[in-house]
Each structure stands twice: as structure tokens, then as C-alpha cells.
């Protein structure tokens, strides 16, 4: 006779993610309402330097632009969310933290994960300091450090640097577009066979020649555009 067994209770977890953490919503609610003003703040940078920047004053840009948010999307920020949970990495490398909303999304991962670290990038001085604050009042400073400056030098500094933990298996590219590339290949030496590496704003032109980089099999990347906000590249190091 074949015995039937009963099902099992599934198990519930015993505490909401720490997104849902008021202490990390109340932030995050501020957060997106304020870049819900990012046009006004972007038509002020303009008002103030009409001429615009070129691709090769990035911290000039940082500074003037150090009004305007540019964020994930709420979407994208539980993707990233899910993602780090999923793949526990020791260590997070995040190109362009601005006010720090995918950092909190990430912060918030690691948190729950019980191990690992975020390491965000930014120029702007202001944002640093506003992102300090938000992180203390999110309770996840002690899961992230901020590097000030170009990420192009600060993060391979940072890396190489005694102590730091060097191996590298998540990243989050939402800096300056053009350097998508160049931060990319200052990271390689460090990522771990299967780190992820997820690029914002697949949709925007300046992040073609990023996507023909990932793309090309002989870069050693297999990934696809995930559907979120305007796309973002997840690709898995091989
Ligand atoms: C699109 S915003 C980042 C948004 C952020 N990830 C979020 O979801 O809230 C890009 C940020 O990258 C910063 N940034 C640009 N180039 C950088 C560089 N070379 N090093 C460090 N930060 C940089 C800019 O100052 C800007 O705040």
C-alpha cells in the first residue's frame, strides 16, 4: 500500500525583509518623493552652466548636478534586493551611489543575508554627506562604505588596499555611463567566477559600447537586458 505523507507546514520567515523595515521605508518613501523634482533640479544645473559638460569632467558634472537624484527605479531597487539575497556575496561594489537608494536596497540585502559588505561610490561631496545620514538613520551604516571620488581610481585603491577583502562577486554599475566600461575593466582582476554584474539604463545610447563589451563572448560574460525602468544589463562573470 503506498503511504501518503502529509504535507509539511512551510516554514514562515519570522521577520519582513528589512526593506520593509520602517527604520529603511521612511528613508526610501522620502527619498523617491524628493526625485520626484529631479526635472526642476536638472533645469536649474542648466540654467547655471547652459553650456553643458563633456565626458571628461565628471567631477565637474557630479558638483553641478548634485541636486538631482537620477535613481533606480522602486522595480529595480527590489530587483537588486533580490538579487543580493539570492547570491550572498561577500563583497559589493556600487558605481554611483548619488542619495543612496539602490545602496539601501543593497545594504538592506546584505543585512538580511547576514553577511557581506557594500562598497558605494561618489563624487559629490554633498550627496556623501546626505547619504551618511540617511544610512545611520537606516541602521545599515555598519554594512556600508562610501569611497569619495572617482570610482576610476577609488575603487581599484580600495581593493588592493591591505585588509580589504579583494574578491569582488556583485556589482552594481549606475555611475557616469561612459565609464561603465572603464570601471568594468578596473574590476576584472578582482571578480569571482559567477559574480554578477548589473548596469542601469540599458536603453540610454551612452551605454551601447558597454553592451557590445559584455556582449562579446571573448570579454567572458554571459548575460541578457532585464526588463526594469529603462533595462538594466545583468551579466554573470564566467
Ligand atoms: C545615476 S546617479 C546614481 C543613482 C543611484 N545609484 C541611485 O539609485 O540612487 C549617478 C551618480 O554617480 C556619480 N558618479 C558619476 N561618475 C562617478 C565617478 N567617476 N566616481 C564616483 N561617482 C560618480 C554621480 O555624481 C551621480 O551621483
Known amino acids: 500500500m503506498t503511504s501518503i505523507s502529509t504535507p509539511s507546514t512551510p516554514s514562515i520567515p ?4 528589512t526593506l ?6 521612511e528613508p526610501l518613501r522620502r527619498l523617491f518623493a524628493a526625485a520626484q523634482q529631479d526635472d526642476a533640479a536638472y533645469q536649474r544645473a542648466l540654467a547655471r552652466s547652459p553650456e553643458g559638460f563633456t565626458d571628461t569632467d565628471a567631477q565637474q558634472r557630479a558638483d553641478a548636478w548634485s541636486e538631482i537624484y537620477m535613481p533606480i527605479s522602486a522595480d529595480a531597487g527590489r530587483l537588486l534586493y533580490t538579487l543580493v539575497r539570492a547570491v550572498k556575496p561577500r563583497t559589493v561594489i556600487e558605481f554611483g551611489m548619488s542619495y543612496g537608494i539602490s545602496t539601501l ?5 546584505v543585512r538580511d543575508n547576514g553577511v557581506g559588505h557594500v562598497v558605494t561610490t561618489e563624487m559629490s561631496a554633498a550627496k556623501i554627506e546626505a547619504a551618511r545620514a540617511t544610512f545611520e538613520e537606516a541602521g545599515l551604516r555598519d554594512v556600508v562604505t562610501i569611497l569619495q571620488g572617482d570610482a576610476l581610481q577609488s575603487i581599484p585603491k580600495h581593493l588592493d588596499a591591505d585588509g580589504a577583502g579583494s574578491d569582488v562577486d556583485f556589482v552594481l554599475l549606475d555611475g557616469w555611463k561612459d565609464l561603465y566600461t572603464p570601471v568594468l575593466r578596473a574590476l576584472e582582476p578582482h571578480l569571482v567566477p559567477g559574480a554578477l554584474v548589473i548596469a542601469d539604463d540599458t536603453s540610454f545610447d551612452s551605454v551601447q559600447p558597454y553592451l557590445a563589451y559584455v556582449r562579446d563572448p571573448a570579454n567572458g560574460y554571459e548575460g541578457v537586458t532585464f526588463p526594469v525602468e529603462d533595462g538594466m544589463e545583468i551579466s554573470c562573470r564566467l
Open 14 to 17: 519570522s521577520a519582513p525583509s
Open 20 to 25: 520593509r523595515d520602517p527604520r529603511v521605508a
Open 105 to 109: 536596497h543593497l545594504a538592506a540585502a
